[in-house]
Every structure is written in structure tokens, then in C-alpha cells.
């Protein structure tokens, strides 16, 4: 076989890829999402610099797109935070959404029910609620996969139509507000019902529940007994059950937490936003949660700020609606980051070398295989 | 002079291979001249470099520096496909085959035909040369039908068939019985008969002394000498491997067995694919002593262990330890009753790869290292920088994942763990499998240490030279049972190896056949 000359590209393992790296291929991947994004907006006929300025206008660059911002990135942080939590144990919570919902049913159901309690213990109440509510909804899936072994992700996204229409029920019926005339809305909270704002701006003092279990999360995950429990069975359930963690409490246990983590979500949405339950109480955070989550490569620290990011995707939205544009806009764009942030992780786990080979250089041998062999050969 | 009777000609040179990996140079300015005719071993200890080398050979890699000479022809192998055209094909340790298809298929798989199949001339052909390769099985027959040694069988096959004049085998005993290698060596010294090449690769000096014409040693990534098998001993080679003389006798000082501490009684268990694995097996432990427990791969020992250690459900029987009924016991209470399990499976399910090691000391004692709900990872760093200089382990960083260390370090950091835990019965499965010599003797030392302590120990492995060494007594498993048990000090191999083949548990050795 005869030498072609030509330089080969090749993918080569990266044993330990550096914070450097990591940092910096994520940092690109976004930039490249936006890139890339940018050249279908121009065919929009707007020209992507207008299309991002309006952007950045209603959601970082206004102080009521700033409020909007952050009353958006919340919810997505108890989402992102279930879907992480749950995938420290290698589960698929795909039912953040269905946990919501039910989140906001439990706390809604105890505001109606004692609209005359102190706020103090009424909210105390109706967190528990959503709390309860939730982690119900993350048990039945839960359950299902520790002594079944039922597959979790198809139980977690189907009960979230069931969570979504009993809420629609629910508005529909016995909780309807009888002076919208059957519009899809319950009656409003009681005073007492309401979450608090934060000084004097429009941010409800959901954004310190929200914090504090980012915070909670992980230190629970990171510093206790239990959280290593998670992480050995999520890493190696063998090693686990050697080890005599047991695998179906602990898998009860996570789904039950993360649900619960969804369902105070829920709770801090009807109770700081929305002072009522209504029908599309979610445009979809417990979907977004994922995305966030996983962008944040399921650390209960980073999915914050990749929160706000995505809070404030959706926020400019409605930005780009009075530009007169399609608001969907944003979809594509946070269909076109995940894409390039996955790819990335390819370059994050390998880099890219160019070799001389010949044209027919075992094209059959993937890299993976022969760097496997590699990393044999540097153990050894 | 080779066995053969061939003339001696060079088949292959290598010249001054140099092969860097980060941080590593596997391999360093090795010459290495193989002849036509000639069975010839290649030994080294894990880390030695010959796997690197057999790999430059097949054109797996492409040496930073050197040449390979082909008959005296310079050549480069820059993919297996090139190497395969040279004549060179390599036997792996682990099998590349495609177990729903049959033998045939196999054969024919990757290989330069023509595009239409003719199954009857192809079975035509593979029959012919699976009586040099020395298979019995039809070459319609499905590889999942076959025992290994006949699956590796297939594999010298495939190489046949591509009309390999240089066969390199990697490990090819690991997986065989004494019969079925001794089977192998007789098939590998008439392929070098007919003029082939065979490089034999082990860290085993016996079979290396019994089937090689010359053997080369690698130590560190060097070539430390080449010698004719019949100028020299295993003392010698031992020597050459390790740099230092190993001692091949029983280190076992003569012990007092105690109480028994853990018994085992018509034990049944079901495989992973529900099939009864462990079937009536029954056995007893004392108190400082090894119990050896021989047998092939597949006969029920992993499965065994595992019920003993409480990651298996018993289907029936009883498991005693201190007179205590741990039958339907949790693994956790096992644990807590002092039974430490060292499976073979470092890490698949002894440690966690992607956990470093200080993670990995706590696995099995988180009580200990906890204050309330929060983890004590000081206490637990503590404990393993104590272990890690007291066993000798040698590793990048404390906190690096446990996934980049080598075999033998890994198998050591296991060890502590488990041995540190003060337990009162030890399960060794496999201890030493794929270590190199100074590790397993360090790791025979530990369980020796343990043994004198008065801890019980059964010691599975598929090693009989080590269970010889380490074991007072010696029970067989086969096909789920007991076969029989023999007295370290009057075992002999050939015993053995016929109640693992599964006969003539009873029967005296000279009366048994061939398995």
C-alpha cells in the first residue's frame, strides 16, 4: 500500500480531560450555536444582529427583561435539579414537567383549602404540598424501575399527561373561578397564599427556595453518606451491591427526591408568580430542565446560571413576538445549543490529531477501539 | 536448534522498535529476530512491553522509531489488513469471534474472498484446516457450542485460512484447562514443524520452558536477553523477568487450623441467565488455613462466591459462618459479620473505576467514615495514604480515578481494603489473574500474612501452581460441585487436572485417560 502523503484526521482519548478544556470546548460550542443560528436568522430578513439585540434587550438588557430573566430562570432550576439529581443514579427523569404540575396541584389544593392561615405557616403548608405532590409522582415511575425494572423514561413522560390533564380538570371544575366565565382558571390565592417579592423589585422570594436547594442538593450529593451511596451505584451498580448499598431503596429514594425537587417548583410558581392555578401553568420547564441539566453536566451548581441562560431564552420570546417574528425563534436556538454542546463533549473525551496514513488506512478499525487499547498499555 | 528440525532462517527481524505512549516508553530500541520453524515465547511481566510490541508486529501500532525486516525484505505494517497480507496474524486473548455464526463463517469473516459464497467448497476448506488447527468441532457448528479452547481453536483457524506464517498468540492458556493447553502446545509445535512462526506470549515460565525453542525476555520496555529453551531454567528466566530471584517454593510455614469458620452446605445457585450454576456444592473453612478451590472458568465458582458474599440468592442450602446461619443474609450484614470478598472482577465490581481511590477505600466502611449524615473524607484520605504506603501501592495522585492505575496496583488497593478490615473469613477469587510476578508474590504474602493470623481464607483460582503453593487443602469444582479434595502436601497436577476436566475424582491417576 502506498503512502497517500495526506494527513489523516484521527480522534485520540483524552485520559483526563483538564477544567481547561472542558471550560473552553463548552465555551465554544455556545458560541458556535449562536453562530450558526445566526445564518438562519439572517434569513429571516432581519439580519441576526437586530434579531440578537432584540433579544438581549428583553432579557439582560432591560431591568424589567432582567426580573422577567430570573422569574423565568426559576423554575427551570427546580426542574434542571430533579432531572440532575435523578441522573446521578443514571435515571432518565423525563416527568419533571408531569411533577410540576402536581407540584402545583398540592400547593394549590392547600391554599384553597386554609386561605386563612398565618402566611408564614400557610406557605410552610403549601410547600409541603408540592413537595408531597411531586415526590408521589416521582414514586409511582421510581417504584416501577427499582423492584420491576420497568425502563423509567416512558412512566415519567406519559404521567405527565396525566399530571397536566388533571390540573386542566381541576380549572375546568371544582376549582374554576366562576368570574372568568369558563376560562381554564382557578380562583385567586388568598393574600396569604403569595410568595413575598424580594425588596422592591418584581422577583418573588421563590429565587432563595430555589437557591437553597441548588445549594442543598449538592451538598447532600457531594458531602453525605447517602450522596455517595448515589454516585457508587450510579457509577457501578455491581460494585454496589457488593458493597451492600442497597439499589432499590436508593433508586426510590432518588425519584423521590427529585420529584419532590419538581413539585416545590410547582409550588413556587402558582404561589410567586402565577397567585392562582391555571391550565399551561408550564410552557415546558420540566422539558428546558433537561436541556439545563444536561448542559450543566448534571451539577446542581452549574445548571444555575445555565438557568438564567435559558430563562432568559424564553423571556426574549415575547421580545422577538413584537418584532414580529415567531417566538419559536428561541426553540431552534435551544434546539441548536444542545446539538453543539453535545457534539462538543465529543472534543471534551477526545482530540482531533492529523496523521499521515495511507487512503485505505483500516478505515474498519474505529479509534475508540485501538486508544482502548492505549489506555490498556498505560495501566499496565 | 529448533525442535523442528527447520532451517534456521530469520522469518521476521525487528530492529531498534522504539514505541512512546504519554509519559511512557513501552517500548525502548528493542531487537527481536524470529525464525521460520521456531515456536518462540515471549516473556515479561505486565508492563513489560510485549503486548506493545506483538501489537507493532500486527500493525495495530506504528512504532515511533525501528523497522521490520520480512525475510530480510524492510516492510510497513500500517494497519492489521497490512500485517494479515504479510503473513502475520495475531491470536488475542480476548476472542474476536461472532458467536451466532458458524465456524465457517467465522473463518470467512474479513477475509480477502470473492464476492460470491460457495458454502460447501468453504466448509470443504475450513475442514481441512481445522484438523492442523486442530479442531474437532464440525465447521458448521455455532461458536456458541463450543468449549474455549475449541473457540480459540477457531481463532488459529481464521489465521490458517489467511495463510498466517506467523502466528502470534497472546496469553493462549489463560483460558484453558492443563489438558486443553497442553493440547494447544502440541498443535503449536507442529504448525512450527511445517516452517510457521509461532510467538507464544506468557508471564508463565513452565509452559514457556515446555513449548518454546528460544524465549525472549522484555523487562521495563527492554529487550534482557533471548536464550535457547534447552541452555536454560526457570530460575534463570525468573531471574532475567523480574531482575531478582522469586522464590518458587511454598512460603506456607506449617499452620495450626482452628475452629471451622465458615461452612457451606449443599449449596445451590442460579447463573445469570437462571440456569443452575452452584448445584449441592459443599465445603468447610478452619481458622488459619487456605482452602483452594481449583476448576475451570465457568464451573459455578464466580456464582458460588457471590452467594457467599450475599450478592446472590441462595436457592437452597446454608452458609454458616461462626456457627452463625447467614443464609438469607444481606451482604451489608456479611460485611459487618467479617467476611471480606475479593472478587475477580476488580473493576466491574471490586472498585469503582471512576471514583478515586480514597472513594474507593470507604466503599465497604462508610460507618466508619462518617459524622452523622456527612462523610469523614479526611479520616477516610487518612486511611488510605496509611494503606497505600503499607501495601506498597504505587498510583498518579490520591484523587486521580482508580480506572488509570495498573492491574497489579488496582488488585493491591482491593486487597487493603479488604484485608484492612480486619475479617475474620477471606474469599479471594482470582487474586493474582493477569498480575505480573512481583505483584502476585506480593499478593500471596498478603493472604499468607491473613492466613497466620488465623483468618479462614478460600482461595479460588484457576492457577494450580499458586493453589499448590498458598493451600492446605485443594477442592475441584465442576459443573457446580465438589469433585473432590485433596491435601496440599499430596496433591498432584495431573489429579487435578483430571477432576477439573470432570474425571477420576476417585479413580487413581494412571488408570485415567486423557480427559
Redesign the interface.
Same mark, same amino acid.
Given at each position: 500500500m502506498k503512502p497517500a502523503g495526506g494527513l489523516r484526521p484521527r480522534l485520540v482519548k483524552r485520559l483526563l480531560p483538564s477544567r481547561r478544556i472542558r471550560v473552553a470546548v463548552r465555551l465554544i460550542a455556545l458560541l458556535g450555536a449562536f453562530a450558526v443560528a445566526g445564518i438562519f436568522l439572517q434569513a429571516t430578513g432581519r439580519g441576526a444582529g437586530a434579531v440578537y439585540r432584540a433579544m438581549w434587550t428583553g432579557s439582560f438588557g432591560s431591568p424589567y427583561g432582567q426580573a422577567q430573566t430570573i422569574l423565568a430562570a426559576i423554575p427551570l432550576i427546580f426542574t434542571a435539579l430533579a432531572v440532575a439529581v435523578a441522573f446521578r443514579m443514571l435515571l432518565w427523569n423525563i416527568g419533571a414537567e408531569g411533577q410540576f404540575y402536581i407540584g402545583a396541584f398540592g400547593a394549590t389544593a392547600v391554599a384553597y383549602s386554609a386561605p386563612d392561615w398565618p402566611r408564614w405557616l400557610l406557605l410552610a403548608a403549601m410547600v409541603v404540598g408540592g413537595l408531597v405532590g411531586g415526590a408521589l409522582w416521582g414514586l409511582i415511575p421510581g417504584a416501577l424501575r427499582a423492584f420491576f425494572g420497568t425502563n423509567e423514561i416512558v412512566p415519567t413522560l406519559l404521567l405527565n399527561y396525566v399530571a397536566i390533564l388533571l390540573v386542566d380538570y381541576m380549572v375546568n371544575g371544582p376549582w374554576t373561578d366562576p368570574a372568568t366565565l369558563g376560562f381554564p382558571l382557578g380562583k385567586p390565592f388568598s393574600e396569604s397564599a403569595i410568595l413575598p417579592l424580594v425588596g422592591n423589585t418584581a422577583i418573588h422570594s421563590g429565587i432563595y427556595l430555589a437557591l437553597a436547594a441548588a445549594l442543598s442538593v449538592s451538598m447532600v450529593l457531594s458531602r453525605t453518606a447517602w450522596g455517595y451511596k448515589i454516585k457508587v451505584i450510579g457509577s457501578n451498580a455491581r460494585a454496589a451491591s457488593y458493597a451492600g448499598f442497597s439499589i432499590p431503596r436508593n433508586m426510590v429514594a432518588v425519584m423521590l427526591l427529585s420529584g419532590a425537587l419538581a413539585g416545590l417548583g410547582g409550588m413556587v410558581e402558582v404561589s410567586g408568580v402565577v397567585h392562582k392555578i391555571q391550565a399551561n401553568i408550564s410552557p415546558g420547564f420540566g422539558y428546558t430542565g433537561i436541556i439545563v441539566a444536561t448542559l450543566a453536566r448534571f451539577s446542581p451548581i452549574y445548571l444555575v446560571p445555565m438557568a438564567v441562560l435559558f430563562g432568559a431564552l424564553v423571556v426574549s420570546g415575547t421580545e422577538l413576538q413584537t418584532l414580529g417574528l415567531p417566538s419559536d425563534i428561541v426553540l431552534m436556538l435551544q434546539g441548536v445549543i444542545l446539538f453543539f454542546a453535545l457534539a462538543g463533549e465529543l472534543f471534551v473525551n477526545y482530540r482531533l490529531v492529523w496523521r499521515a496514513g495511507t487512503v485505505s488506512d483500516h478505515p474498519s478499525t474505529p479509534a475508540p477501539v485501538s486508544n482502548r487499547a492505549a489506555d490498556l498499555e498505560q495501566a499496565g | 536448534m529448533p525442535r523442528g528440525g527447520a532451517p534456521v532462517t530469520s522469518a521476521i527481524e525487528l530492529r531498534g522498535i522504539v514505541k512512546r505512549? +504519554?509519559?511512557?516508553v513501552?517500548n525502548s530500541n528493542i531487537d527481536l529476530e524470529l525464525r521460520h520453524g521456531e515456536v518462540h515465547a515471549l516473556l515479561g511481566e505486565?508492563?513489560a512491553g510485549k =503486548? *506493545?510490541l506483538m501489537?507493532v508486529l500486527a500493525? &495495530?501500532?506504528q512504532p515511533d522509531a525501528g523497522s521490520i525486516l520480512i525475510d530480510g525484505e524492510p516492510i510497513a505494517l500500517? =494497519?492489521?489488513?497490512?500485517a494479515i497480507q504479510a503473513g502475520i496474524a495475531m491470536v488475542h486473548q480476548h476472542f474476536r469471534l461472532v458467536k451466532p455464526f458458524t465456524v465457517a463463517e467465522n473463518v470467512l469473516l474479513g477475509a480477502r474472498t470473492s464476492w460470491l459464497l460457495s458454502p460447501g467448497r468453504l466448509e470443504a476448506e475450513v475442514a481441512d484446516l481445522a484438523q492442523q488447527a486442530g479442531l474437532k468441532a464440525s465447521p458448521s457448528a455455532r461458536i456458541w457450542q463450543l468449549s474455549v479452547g475449541e473457540q480459540q481453536r477457531v481463532e488459529i483457524l481464521k489465521a490458517l485460512y489467511r495463510k498466517a506464517r506467523v502466528l502470534i498468540l497472546d496469553e493462549p492458556t489463560a483460558v484453558l484447562t492443563p489438558q486443553e493447553a497442553e493440547a494447544l502446545f502440541v498443535t503449536l509445535r507442529s504448525m512450527a514443524a511445517d516452517g510457521r512462526t509461532v510467538v507464544f506470549v506468557s508471564h508463565k515460565l513452565s509452559e514457556v520452558m515446555s513449548v518454546a525453542d528460544r524465549i525472549t525476555v522484555l523487562r521495563g520496555g527492554k529487550h534482557v536477553g533471548t536464550l535457547e529453551t534447552a541452555s536454560t531454567d526457570e530460575h534463570r528466566l525468573a531471574h532475567l523477568m523480574v531482575g531478582r530471584d522469586i522464590a518458587f517454593e511454598s512460603a506456607r510455614a506449617p499452620g495450626e487450623a482452628g475452629e471451622i469458620v465458615l461452612r457451606v452446605d449443599d449449596l445451590h445457585a442460579l447463573s445469570d441467565l437462571g440456569l443452575p450454576a452452584v448445584r449441592g456444592a459443599s465445603l468447610s473453612v478452619r481458622a488459619g488455613e487456605i482452602l483452594g478451590l481449583a476448576g475451570v472458568a465457568g464451573n459455578g465458582q464466580r456464582e458460588l462466591a457471590e452467594a457467599l458474599? @450475599? *450478592?446472590r440468592p441462595p436457592t437452597r442450602g446454608r452458609i454458616e459462618l461462626y456457627g452463625a446461619d447467614l443464609t438469607r443474609a444481606?451482604?451489608?450484614?456479611? &460485611?459487618e459479620a467479617g467476611l471480606a470478598?475479593v +472478587?475477580e472482577?476488580r473493576l @466491574? *465490581? @471490586? !472498585?469503582?473505576?471512576? %471514583?478515586d481511590a480514597t472513594?474507593n477505600v %470507604?466503599?465497604?466502611s462508610?460507618s466508619k467514615h462518617?459524622r452523622g449524615?456527612? !462523610?469523614d473524607y479526611r479520616s477516610a484520605a487518612r486511611r488510605t495514604k496509611d494503606l497505600v504506603e503499607q501495601f506498597g501501592i504505587k498510583m498518579s495522585s490520591l484523587d486521580?480515578?482508580v480506572?488509570? %492505575?495498573? @492491574?497489579g496496583n488496582l488488585q493491591k488497593l482491593l486487597l487493603a481494603r479488604e484485608l484492612s478490615s480486619s475479617p475474620r473469613v477471606v474469599i479471594a477469587a482470582h487474586p493474582t489473574a493477569g498480575l505480573d510476578v512481583g505483584a502476585t508474590e506480593a499478593v500471596h504474602e498478603l493472604l499468607l500474612e491473613q492466613r497466620a493470623s488465623g483468618v479462614g481464607i478460600l482461595l479460588i483460582s484457576e492457577d494450580l501452581d499458586e493453589l499448590l503453593m498458598l493451600s492446605d487443602r485443594i477442592a475441584v469444582m465442576y459443573e457446580g460441585e465438589i469433585a473432590g479434595e485433596v491435601s496440599a502436601d499430596d496433591a498432584d497436577l495431573e489429579r487435578i487436572g483430571l477432576m477439573m476436566g470432570g474425571t477420576g475424582a476417585d479413580a487413581p491417576p494412571m488408570a485415567a485417560g486423557g480427559g
Open positions: - | 505512549f +504519554p509519559g511512557v513501552a505486565n508492563g =503486548s *506493545t501489537s500493525g &495495530i501500532y500500517r =494497519s492489521p489488513r497490512d458474599a @450475599g *450478592t444481606s451482604a451489608r450484614r456479611r &460485611i470478598y +472478587p472482577d @466491574g *465490581t @471490586g !472498585l469503582v473505576g471512576a %471514583m472513594a %470507604m466503599l465497604k462508610l462518617r449524615p456527612l !462523610l486521580a480515578p480506572r488509570l %492505575m495498573s @492491574g
